[in-house]
T-cell receptor, first 114, second 113 residues
Framework: DTAVSQTPKYLVTQMGNDKSIKCEQN?????MYWYKQDSKKFLKIMFS???????INETVPNRFSPKSPDKAHLNLHINSLELGDSAVYFC?????????????FGPGTRLTVL | AQSVTQLDSQVPVFEEAPVELRCNYS??????LFWYVQYPNQGLQLLLK??????LVKGINGFEAEFNKSQTSFHLRKPSVHISDTAEYFC???????????FGAGTRLFVKA
């Protein structure tokens, strides 16, 4: 069974469109994250939710809106896509909200904005 | 705020040779340290982590890392690499008492036959 899954795996779209990426974890974890990995492999946190509550919101444009309908799901909606949004987006989860926790990553969603 | 510097962006090495991937961190408080590996077209997975206690930490796939508080370093080592170790390696740090993990820029390990 896949621990952290994301859909879709690939997403190619035009500038200005709106798209969503879905994430689900079956590990029973309380905390979930979205990361953006750019073309140079640099990994930057975007958002984190703990028990459906937003706890980390980095300086991300408000075109990006996370939604956590329950502890097992954290979706990412992006409005008015721009060329600079092209990246690989990773969802991750961890048991709790402590600095000692291991994060478990999904396989990533490669977003290409044309 | 904490930060992580991975000193080498790429490390080419021959199969069965030893390797060291360097990581330095900066923080005003105590930290927890992690190494994650990302194989091609996959998500990251934990190799090992240092929380407290012995400064030498052993992880999966024969990797180990040593925490050096005075040098603020957490270098990753393996005595003999395999072709299958070719991947991107990320050092990461979290402040004790915090929960936000900061990742380094990654080091690409390329193992040649």
């Amino acid at each position: 069974d896949t621990a952290v899954s994301q859909t879709p795996k690939y997403l190619v779209t035009q500038m200005g469109n709106d798209k969503s990426i879905k994430c689900e974890q079956n590990l029973g974890h309380d905390t979930m994250y979205w990361y953006k990995q750019d073309s140079k492999k640099f990994l930057k946190i975007m958002f984190s939710y703990n028990n459906k509550e937003l706890i980390i919101n980095e300086t991300v444009p408000n075109r990006f809106s996370p939604k956590s309908p329950d502890k097992a799901h954290l979706n990412l909606h992006i409005n008015s896509l721009e060329l600079g949004d092209s990246a690989v987006y990773f969802c991750a989860s961890s048991p709790g909200l402590t600095g000692t926790d291991t994060q478990y990553f999904g396989p990533g969603t490669r977003l290409t904005v044309l | 705020a904490q930060s992580v510097t991975q000193l080498d962006s790429q490390v080419p090495v021959f199969e069965e040779a030893p390797v060291e991937l360097r990581c330095n961190y900066s923080s005003s408080v105590s930290v927890y340290l992690f190494w994650y590996v990302q194989y091609p077209n996959q998500g990251l997975q934990l190799l090992l982590k240092y929380l407290s206690g012995s400064t030498l930490v052993k992880g999966i796939n024969g990797f180990e890392a040593e925490f050096n508080k005075s040098q603020t370093s957490f270098h990753l080592r393996k005595p003999s690499v395999h072709i299958s170790d070719t991947a991107e390696y990320f050092c990461a740090v979290t402040n004790t008492g915090g929960f936000k993990t900061i990742f380094g820029a990654g080091t690409r390990l390329f193992v040649k036959a």
